[in-house]
């Protein structure tokens, strides 16, 4: 990603300030801008240089030298941002940050917002989107279920802990894209840490990916690969395809760019095959929980993921006497 012009000028019209008594911020292309730190956010650093104060994005940064206390911090490892959301806002949606991480790095930030949801019948994957207890997970995984348990890892003291939530509601569902909308509502359940929505648009063929979920019940699995296509044509509907190994257990698990963002819910894998991956892409998730009023699940009719209100009365056509 270029600097932008106007920044970029700015840059170099600041890099003669004496850095002894400045910050430094160290960009991409050799440039530079020199001035005073006054706020570093996960996804921008503010700082006063002089007669104004900029907002450069950490995506454009390299590195940040602090004069006041001789600290360099290098910031080409992507930041995903957790449980912070814009109020009135169901859903963090990201696609802007193009700075890549290291997915040992990233598995130890976001990994607590991804889950193991269990039935009677079977186990899956999925993730919060935000920290009230909203989850996303595969239609499959909950098909024709009602008792829902969802594990919840958080690591605390250095130790993994599970912990277990059986008051789960399922609030929507669209078994023709193979998505549902599941909310935890047990009264001691804390705020999640949940993941930021990004976009598999702005990715090409190629681009590394990984993937987090409990194959066989192996929770917290984690598997990388590249994205093979994406465009790639099965029963009428289009998904992304990737190396990273995806298995039973697997399903309902978000599929990662390299900045630790969604871009995909892993749902299938051709099973005689290795490397052959399928995830649904982000946009149509985004399109889900956008009309997720559409998408409401009935208790009346549990494999309908629409909800119809019943037919006016013919009493109440007929004329006032």
Do not use: W
């Not at 814009?86 to 696609?95: D, V």
């Not at 917002?113 to 595969?138: E, H, K, M, W």
């Amino acid at each position: 990603m270029s600097l932008p012009k106007h920044l970029a000028l700015l840059a170099l019209a600041f890099c003669s300030l004496n850095a002894a008594v400045a910050d430094t911020l160290q960009l991409k292309g050799n440039d530079a801008v020199t001035g005073k730190i006054l706020v570093e956010k996960p996804d921008a650093v503010v700082v006063d240089v002089g007669y104004t104060v900029l907002v450069v994005p950490r995506s454009a940064i390299v590195k940040v030298s602090q004069a006041n206390n001789e600290l360099t911090r290098l910031t080409t490892t992507a930041t995903p941002l957790l449980n912070v959301n814009a109020p009135g806002q169901f859903y963090r949606a990201g696609g802007q940050t193009t700075a890549a991480g290291d997915v040992r790095d990233l598995v130890k930030q976001i990994g607590e917002a991804v889950v193991q949801v269990r039935t009677p019948s079977g186990l899956g994957s999925g993730f919060f989107i935000n920290a009230d207890g909203y989850l996303i997970t595969n239609f499959h995984v909950i098909e024709g279920e009602t008792e829902l348990t969802v594990e919840v890892y958080r690591q605390v003291d250095g130790q993994l802990d599970r912990e277990t939530y059986k008051k789960v509601r399922i609030v929507a569902i669209n078994k023709f894209q193979d998505l549902a909308l599941l909310k935890i509502e047990d009264k001691d359940a804390p705020r999640f840490k949940f993941l930021t929505l990004g976009n598999s648009d702005a990715l090409s063929v190629g681009d590394p990916v990984f993937a987090i979920g409990s194959p066989l019940g192996l929770e917290r699995t984690v598997t990388e690969g590249i994205l093979s296509t994406k465009t790639r044509e099965l029963e009428g509907e289009l998904y992304l395809q990737t190396t990273a190994q995806i298995n039973p257990g697997n399903s309902g698990g978000p599929l990662f760019d390299m900045a630790g963002e969604v871009i995909g819910v892993t749902n299938m894998k051709i099973m005689f095959g290795e490397g052959l991956g399928f995830a649904i892409p982000v946009e149509l998730v985004k399109n889900f929980l956008d009309h997720r009023d559409a998408f409401a699940y009935s208790t009346d009719n549990p494999n309908a993921p629409y909800r119809y209100l019943e037919p006016p009365s013919p009493a109440s056509h007929l004329p006032a006497e």
